[in-house]
């Protein structure tokens, strides 16, 4: 379907992004699904979690697809949906954004990386979702680790103008620690609490501030709270688990 479609200026909108992002990677989770079913290494029925699966494989598209920006642009094969970007390219170029030395560029461009970045950011709790019902722990960790680098990667992303400049990517010993904190699903959600509590804290001080223009700062508020609600419990005891071995360290 999209072998032949000139994506120079991106998909058309934001159903044509997600049927896109479905095909690439939404199959890929489904297909995933009903292996780990097949193998027994899950139960039978976790091969009909299409819908899950789905989410999952394009919470991590929508991630790659954001932060690529310029290097797809640059090859004429761009993703972002026209229906989102138009709104902030005067020029109704995708390429608008790449003059970053003008200053009502810089403040469009930072309204449209972060309107793409909430709406990746909405399918997180559906991928939280399904990694709850993933019982096997090397399955587990297969599926977090990608997962635990998308939400750091959108975090890095949101009010970040290097996004037009090059490509953002998180720093190799963050993603080691990242690895690291897979073992456990109150781990994940731990590192879901601590980034979207990190674009709640950015979107909360842009809120004051009258010059910063960003039409999706109350959705981006509104889905950082509910991932924040979603994991704040599992976020709590992974603190206290911290405290107890330093408190009996020093005799406490």
């Given at each position: 379907?999209?072998?032949?479609k000139?994506?120079?200026?991106?998909?058309?909108?934001?159903?044509?992004?997600?049927?896109?992002c479905?095909?690439?990677?939404?199959?890929?989770?489904e297909?995933?699904?009903?292996?780990f079913?097949?193998?027994?290494?899950?139960?039978?029925s976790?091969?009909?979690e299409l819908?899950?699966s789905?989410?999952?494989?394009m919470?991590?598209?929508?991630t790659?697809?954001?932060?690529?920006y310029?290097?797809?642009?640059?090859d004429?094969?761009?993703?972002?949906?026209?229906s989102?970007?138009?709104?902030y390219s005067?020029?109704?170029?995708?390429?608008y954004?790449?003059?970053?030395d003008d200053?009502?560029?810089?403040?469009?461009?930072?309204?449209?990386?972060?309107?793409?970045v909430t709406?990746?950011?909405?399918?997180?709790?559906?991928?939280?979702?399904?990694?709850?019902?993933l019982?096997?722990?090397?399955?587990?960790?297969?599926?977090?680790?990608?997962?635990?680098?998308a939400?750091?990667t959108?975090?890095k992303?949101y009010?970040?103008?290097?996004?037009f400049?090059g490509?953002?990517?998180?720093?190799?010993?963050?993603?080691?620690?990242?690895i690291?904190?897979?073992?456990?699903?109150?781990?994940?959600?731990?590192?879901?609490?601590?980034?979207?509590?990190?674009?709640?804290?950015r979107?909360?001080?842009?809120?004051?501030k009258?010059?910063?223009?960003?039409?999706?700062?109350?959705?981006?508020?509104k889905?950082?709270?509910t991932?924040?609600?979603?994991?704040?419990?599992?976020?709590?005891k992974?603190?206290r688990?911290k405290?107890?071995?330093?408190?009996?360290a020093?005799g406490?």
């Amino acid at each position: 379907e999209f072998i032949g479609k000139d994506l120079g200026q991106g998909t058309v909108d934001v159903k044509e992004y997600n049927r896109y992002c479905h095909f690439v990677a939404g199959l890929v989770g489904e297909g995933l699904s009903r292996l780990f079913a097949a193998s027994g290494l899950e139960k039978p029925s976790f091969a009909s979690e299409l819908f899950l699966s789905d989410q999952m494989g394009m919470f991590l598209q929508k991630t790659n697809i954001i932060r690529d920006y310029l290097e797809d642009y640059v090859d004429h094969r761009a993703f972002w949906p026209q229906s989102i970007w138009k709104k902030y390219s005067k020029t109704g170029d995708l390429g608008y954004f790449t003059n970053q030395d003008d200053a009502e560029v810089r403040k469009l461009s930072m309204a449209c990386v972060n309107e793409l970045v909430t709406d990746a950011l909405e399918l997180a709790p559906d991928c939280l979702a399904y990694m709850s019902k993933l019982q096997c722990v090397e399955v587990f960790k297969f599926c977090a680790i990608p997962q635990v680098m998308a939400i750091a990667t959108l975090e890095k992303c949101y009010c970040n103008l290097d996004v037009f400049t090059g490509v953002v990517k998180i720093r190799k010993g963050l993603s080691c620690k990242l690895i690291r904190k897979t073992n456990s699903l109150e781990e994940v959600h731990d590192v879901f609490f601590q980034f979207a509590s990190a674009v709640l804290k950015r979107a909360t001080a842009n809120q004051q501030k009258a010059e910063v223009y960003d039409p999706s700062l109350a959705r981006t508020i509104k889905i950082c709270n509910t991932i924040c609600e979603l994991t704040e419990e599992s976020h709590k005891k992974q603190q206290r688990a911290k405290i107890i071995p330093i408190a009996l360290a020093v005799g406490v």
